[in-house]
Nanobody
Framework: QVQLVESGGGLVQAGGSLRLSCAASGRFFSINAMGWYRQAPGKQRELVATITSGSITNYADSVKGRFTISRDNAKNTVYLQMNSLKPEDTAVYYC???????????????????WGQGTQVTVSS
């Protein structure tokens, strides 16, 4: 199984910056895509950014040019650098990871999808 532990949330004024981190631990063969999602009060969870093991990135239009996702494969850690924060960025941010738990000789694999517990980001106006 895989555990995801997030850190780095907090309260910041509009225009400020925060950096979120999420470390994966547990028993697995490899971590593939990782990403960040967020959920504001009364809204559905939405994608913020994703990154593959080969560092191909994808961003929501609302954060392009302001947020940067990166990862350290050796540490199984993903980061989200958030700059020029806006009040509408206020949400609980969740880390997400797709993992291969076991590989078999046949080439098949046990896979799993995991979520962190969430970290609150609050941007004041």
């Amino acid at each position: 199984q895989v555990q995801l532990v997030e850190s780095g949330g907090g309260l910041v004024q509009a225009g400020g910056s925060l950096r979120l981190s999420c470390a994966a631990s547990g028993r697995f063969f490899s971590i593939n895509a990782m990403g960040w999602y967020r959920q504001a009060p009364g809204k559905q969870r939405e994608l913020v950014a994703t990154i593959t093991s080969g560092s191909i990135t994808n961003y929501a239009d609302s954060v392009k040019g302001r947020f940067t996702i990166s990862r350290d494969n050796a540490k199984n850690t993903v980061y989200l650098q958030m700059n020029s924060l806006k009040p509408e960025d206020t949400a609980v941010y969740y880390c997400h990871a797709q993992a291969i738990l076991r590989m078999f000789v046949s080439g098949s694999a046990d896979r799993g999808t995991y979520w962190g517990q969430g970290t609150q980001v609050t941007v004041s106006s």
